[in-house]
Every structure is written in structure tokens, then in C-alpha cells.
């Protein structure tokens, strides 16, 4: 990789963004995240949400509030900043990425015309992404079958995300199930992707299946089933007790043979610190403007 303090002259100020959460603990694993990222790189990176995450007591944060991007970006401007790079901490082009985002600069360079925000690729974005993540995810699946007693089958693997009315977004998802499948092999019986939930209507219809059916139909409905969280953050969703927790523990009350156990999420995996370094490397070097990478 480029060294990255070869790539900026006089470097941007560089921002690890998330969707935000009102959750605690996501902002600390966006804090942690950032904190790694800065250390990997030799630069400094703030961790930022594009909503939700200033509603937090700051009590609930170690006394420090957590800054949402638009009033934090319009500070950085008053305050005579110009230049920044966004590393989005999404595994996909989201419209948060490709729609709100870019609204909001483009209103405060309303205010600022020489305001410059560039915005590095998610993390599934190019030809390796969805194998990158992947390789973190089977990590986190293989952790799961150690831990599993032996039983008359082989366990089958749940991939399940957020669910996105986005359709790149979902491609991501598929394509990461398509490579965990490979990667999994003969360990596991059925490898399968699929969302948390999904809006309604046919035209939203590329985000199925739900996990909640995916557990009710052959071969996910009886036996050992790892629910492989592809899913970056704790929060309402993918906490502990969250709404992915929800859905399996009414699986298993409707079905006597099914056992189900979730991975770890993604945050956290020294990998997936690498690959956003290479994002913002990337980013970096090509000093694109802001746009979401294809």
C-alpha cells in the first residue's frame, strides 16, 4: 500500500462516517473502530454518524457527545475548514451515501463554494470487496462451529443484513453469501442470504428472503443454524438483545429441532481495519470528488 502520508499534502481531515445509531455502544464501536484506523495509518480520523448519535446523553459516552455530519461538518467550516475525506463504515452504496449525503454538502457549499468533501468506496464496493468481506465473516462463522457440539448433520449458515430498499445493496449481500459459501465448503450443509426485514412491496422483493421465513423452510428449520451477522455495529438491530436476537429466539420457540447461534458482528475484526485503510488510501490517491464509487 502507498504510505499514506505520502498521499496528502497537507492532509484532508479524515472522517470514519457510520448511519448512526441511539445505542451507546454503537458509537463506542465507531470510537474504537476510528481509533484503529488511526493507528494503522498514522492519521488522524474522527468518528462521526450521519444521524441519530447526537440524541445519546453524553453521560451514556463517557461525557463526550457524538457529533452527527452536517452540524459537525458546518463547525469544521466556520472554523476555516475545506478539505475532508469521508471513509463510509457501510458495506454498500447505500442512499444514505449516494443521495442524503451528498444533499447536505452541496447545502452547506451553498455557504462555502470551496468546500471539498471526498468520499472513499464502502467496504463491499470493487472487484474484491464482497471476498474481503467474506474472508472476515467466515472467520467469525468458523469461530461459531468450534464451539458447536457434534451433531447428526452438519450446521447451515444464515448470511443476514439490515435489508436495504437499495438493490446494490442487497448485490453486496448476495455476493458475500456466494463467497462464504465457497469458502465454507463441506464444513456446513446450505449456506443463504438474507435480510432482517424489508419494505413492502414487489419492487423491494430483491430483499428476500427474511430471515424469519428463511428459519421456517428446509434445511434452515431444524438442527444447527449460524446466523452470520453481516452487520458492522451494535445496535437496536444487532445487539445483544436486538431484533436479529429477536427473530431467532421465536425461530426456536416454533421449532423444537432448531438451534440457532449468531456471530460476532464485523466491527472489531483487524481485517476489516485494513481494508478501510486501503479505502482511504484509494481515496486518497485518486482525490476524487464526492461520489459514491460504483
Not at 475545506?82 to 444514505?96: E, H, K, N, T
Not at 438493490?167 to 449481500?173: C, D, E, G, H, L
Request: hydrophobic share 50%.
Amino acid at each position: 500500500m502507498t504510505p499514506l502520508r505520502a498521499i496528502f499534502m497537507g492532509p484532508p481531515h479524515i472522517v470514519l462516517l457510520d448511519n448512526g445509531s441511539l445505542r451507546p455502544a454503537s458509537v463506542l464501536a465507531l470510537r474504537a473502530t476510528a481509533t484503529a484506523l488511526a493507528a494503522r495509518t498514522g492519521l488522524g480520523v474522527t468518528p462521526v454518524s450521519l444521524l441519530h448519535a447526537n440524541k445519546i446523553l453524553p453521560a451514556e459516552l463517557g461525557d463526550a457527545a457524538a457529533p452527527i455530519f452536517e452540524p459537525w461538518l458546518k463547525n469544521q467550516a466556520e472554523a476555516g475548514g475545506r478539505d475532508f475525506l469521508v471513509v463510509p463504515y457501510f458495506l454498500g452504496p447505500s442512499r444514505a451515501l449516494t443521495e442524503y449525503l451528498p444533499a447536505r454538502v452541496e447545502k452547506l457549499r451553498m455557504l462555502w463554494p470551496d468546500l471539498a468533501v471526498r468520499l472513499a468506496a464502502p467496504l463491499g464496493a470493487g472487484p474484491d470487496g464482497a471476498a474481503r468481506l467474506a474472508s472476515v465473516l467466515e472467520d467469525r462463522v468458523r469461530a461459531e462451529l468450534g464451539r458447536l457440539p457434534p451433531g447428526p448433520e452438519r450446521p447451515a449458515v444464515a448470511v443476514v443484513d439490515h435489508g436495504s430498499p437499495e438493490p446494490k445493496v442487497a448485490a453486496v449481500r448476495d455476493a458475500v453469501a456466494a463467497q462464504l459459501r465457497l469458502r465454507l465448503g463441506a464444513a456446513v450443509r446450505a449456506v443463504a442470504p438474507c435480510s432482517m426485514e424489508r419494505r413492502e412491496g414487489g419492487e423491494f422483493a430483491f430483499s428476500d428472503p427474511l430471515l424469519a421465513a428463511l428459519l421456517a423452510r428446509a434445511p434452515f428449520d431444524r438442527g444447527a443454524v449460524i446466523v452470520a451477522m453481516l452487520f458492522l455495529s451494535p445496535g437496536r438491530h444487532a445487539g445483544p438483545e436486538g431484533d436479529v436476537a429477536t427473530i431467532c429466539s421465536v425461530a426456536e420457540s416454533s421449532a423444537a429441532a432448531l438451534k440457532v447461534t449468531m456471530t460476532e458482528l464485523l466491527g472489531g475484526h483487524p481485517a476489516l481495519v485494513e481494508l478501510l485503510a486501503e479505502r482511504l488510501a484509494a481515496a486518497g490517491a485518486a482525490d476524487q470528488a464526492l461520489s459514491c464509487p460504483k
